[in-house]
């Protein structure tokens, strides 16, 4: 069932990373952007800042993460304007991680995976986000759909905000927290897609697809192995949600080199002038790129 | 802040309810049911479907509960169907749950809170599903804009899948089951807008406007006070997932006409059949009403 290893996300990522580092440009076009942008808060305007985005993205930076909300406020328009930001850049080599936050009972994740991963979705992207309140392993229809189509998905583990600690730090009746209990599914699930992988010929991957959103914001990961995870981060809150590169390096110690730091109101801030927007990622790039080269 | 208490969702729920009894149809134009109904499984296919609910559900069903994910799938035409079912339906008559278990930081959920709750919203529904892995207290988005807009709102406490009950059976820090600490934030949210309609000269509210989706599946809902969360459980599951008329008054003994049980597969596949889906709501919703009259 396993894609080669070549077409794998991981492997997408690996590239891009090499040429222009790890850092993900999230795309936010939240109201109070649009406006600082000097774009009304319509479908036209977010029309416009979609043409900013493709125009400059490609080349300053290997990923970019689009907030699915800001999209979805706008109805069927923003959604119109969405397909053509993922496949603009898709197109353009951007590495596309779509922030859907999706999750629910098994039959209706059939239908989220068919919207949003593999060449047929409309909104197929290079990997998504998904939400694990109804369990992990209800998520059955985007492991399969993933691991067919060479997508990435990232479970949110730990997220970047203080109100998520209760809850994910809960303990189950197998004694462990919520947290250590999905790092411990993806690490399963991704040694047996490594296996797969093997015995179908392609060389034994080192890194699965199934990541997880995990921020340093809350400290280091006690009691928690990332790197036997086998699996990609996608760290949020970066910049202006509190994260600093030095936190970066030291929450992701162990595999440094499997990280996606991400950040979007504080480079999109620079806006929209495509000169200041290249500068502030070339900037912040460049901090996590050596932070995260240990 | 809280509107008229005229315009709540909770009384709008009441008024249905007396007239068409608690059932809400569930609307879940997943692949295979589009086949089952001769429809293709695209874009043309959905606004078939679309043309069948707003046909059919008004007069014989009070509230009806789209599963975004079914039109979601089709792209931004899939929405603009969605978009079409929403409006009809309201104008109708009929409320509308929107099922999209969103749910992100508070800055995010803004966007979403603006995608789908109040008039200004493009899919501004009667109510909306929420889920809470990152914190019921991130929300605060959800809870102003359904306060402000005399909308509902359903946080996923219990889910009808087995999958969801290792996380929502955890313990927190607090010492209580995070189904237990959802469903003690959500009371207090309901007792202080209880109290703000008071104080601002309307009635006071015996329901509050933030519910729990929470399933009758898992059987009685022992250690948790249903009925002093003072808001409304949208159940899922009933028929194909599982629940019966007799699990429904079982677990919601202590609060009977706060229930919304919800059916969508069951009932659906009586469909494309204008006079047999009639029925088949028909005999599932006297079982329900009957069942929940105590």
């Known amino acids: 069932m396993a894609g080669p290893a070549q077409d794998s996300f991981a492997r997408r990522f690996e590239a ?54 800001f999209f979805e406020c706008h109805g069927w328009q923003g959604i119109k304007a969405l397909q053509r930001l993922v496949s603009g850049m898709r197109e353009a080599g951007v590495l596309v991680v779509l922030d859907v936050k999706r999750g629910d009972v098994g039959s209706t994740n059939d239908g989220y995976a068919a919207a949003y991963l593999g060449s047929e979705a409309p909104l197929g992207a290079d990997a998504i986000t998904v939400t694990p309140y109804l369990g992990i392993e209800a998520m059955g229809a985007f492991f399969s759909a993933a691991l067919r189509s060479g997508s990435g998905l990232f479970v949110v583990v730990r997220s970047s905000n203080p109100e998520g600690r209760l809850l994910q730090r809960a303990v189950g009746d197998d004694g ?50 990332l790197a036997a995870m086998r699996g990609l981060f996608l760290a949020p809150g970066l910049g202006a949600q509190g994260a600093s590169p030095a936190d970066l390096a030291e929450c992701f110690a162990s595999c440094p080199d499997r990280v996606l730091p991400s950040a979007s109101r504080s480079l999109l801030e620079a806006g929209p002038d495509a ?10 790039g460049d901090e996590v790129r050596s932070a995260l080269a240990g």
Chains 1, 2 share one sequence.
């Open 16 to 69: 891009v990373r090499a040429k222009h580092g790890p850092l993900v440009l999230g795309l936010d076009p939240a109201a109070s952007l649009l406006r600082s942008w000097g774009l009304p808060d319509d479908a036209d305007g977010l029309e416009a800042f979609v043409d900013v985005a493709l125009d400059t993205a490609p080349g300053i930076v290997g990923t970019v993460k689009p907030q699915s909300a």
């Open 176 to 225: 462990q927290s919520v947290e250590a209990s999905l790092l411990r599914t993806l690490a399963e699930r991704n040694a047996a897609a490594c296996r797969e992988a093997a015995a179908a010929g392609a060389d034994e991957r080192q890194v699965g697809p199934f990541g997880a959103v995990f921020t340093a914001n809350h400290g280091r990961p006690e009691n928690l192995d």
């Open 275 to 284: 000169g200041r927007l290249r500068d502030a990622v070339s900037a912040l």
